[in-house]
């Protein structure tokens, strides 16, 4: 992948790297959501948060990876 299309994946793997931990972060130190996608859908499930963050984890670094291999050679 090259160009814009690989930086604009990367903000949308943090995006969702950030959303998932806001997310579970309200869930387990206060009574209240945080984040956007309760914004979006009427109380999601926890596993909605915690698959954020596992796809947002996964996309960050497959997108370093990509990263670091273009600027190796």
Do not use: S
């Amino acid at each position: 992948m090259k160009g814009y299309a690989k930086g604009f994946l990367g903000l949308a793997g943090w995006f969702a790297l950030i959303q998932g931990l806001m997310g579970l972060g309200g869930r387990f130190f206060t009574d209240t959501e945080w984040g956007l996608l309760h914004r979006w859908v009427d109380t999601p499930p926890l596993w909605a948060y915690v698959t954020m963050l596992l796809v947002g984890v996964a996309v960050v670094a497959w997108c370093e990876m990509d990263r670091k291999k273009a600027n190796a050679g």
